[in-house]
């Protein structure tokens, strides 16, 4: 039943009130957000982290800025050191990983982050999967990408691969970064 003839309907309504509120929430979100990009790799340097050269360019055209940069080996040790000293950088907002979320025995960043995280956010890794999943099909199942919280910091993982942390950073992690500082730093 419409509350008014000819006018929406009380699902259209509230479908629209909930639009509001989301994008309200969304604009409420800093501008500028402060990052940290860690490349987990026995591999690459500065010179051949094309990974995440791409991830910090990107950042820094959505208008974030880059506050911290390293690369490690894929050893739990130096993984978990790289986000400490990130989370614990002035300012830092956001740490995105790439490389070690697989299911070889080298690849640990999710063993490492899932131990660390305080709180969840289940919904990134399956949103990851499920875009994934529409470029490259069943493939996707093999990434433990994930997210959370640590120390009012946001931890973000994603694969080593450029077309993954392309799909990652222009799909999911842009367009609600902002607003997803914004959740953790609501009190």
Do not use: W
């Not at 026995?42 to 990974?51: C, F, G, K, V």
């Amino acid at each position: 039943m419409n509350p008014q003839p000819g006018g929406p309907s009380r699902e259209e309504v509230s479908a629209a009130a909930a639009k509001r509120t989301f994008e309200e929430h969304r604009a409420e979100g800093p501008g500028t957000v402060t990052c940290a990009v860690i490349t987990v790799s026995d591999t690459r340097t500065e010179a051949t982290d094309t990974s995440g050269r791409l991830i910090q360019n990107l950042l820094a055209d959505g208008g974030h800025r880059v506050a911290f940069y390293r690369i490690v080996k894929d050893e739990p040790d130096q993984i978990r050191a790289a986000i400490e000293a990130a989370c614990a950088e002035r300012g830092v907002q956001v740490v995105i990983t790439n490389g070690g979320t697989g299911i070889t025995a080298r690849d640990t960043t999710y063993d490492v982050v899932a131990s660390m995280i305080e709180k969840e956010m289940p919904g990134f890794g399956e949103l990851f999967r499920f875009v994934s999943y529409q470029d490259i099909g069943t493939a996707a199942m093999l990434t433990r990408a994930t997210a959370g919280t640590f120390r009012d910091s946001i931890i973000m993982t994603l694969p080593g691969s450029g077309n993954a942390c392309r799909t990652g950073m222009e799909k999911i992690i842009l367009p609600e970064i902002s607003h997803m500082v914004r959740e953790v730093l609501k009190k």
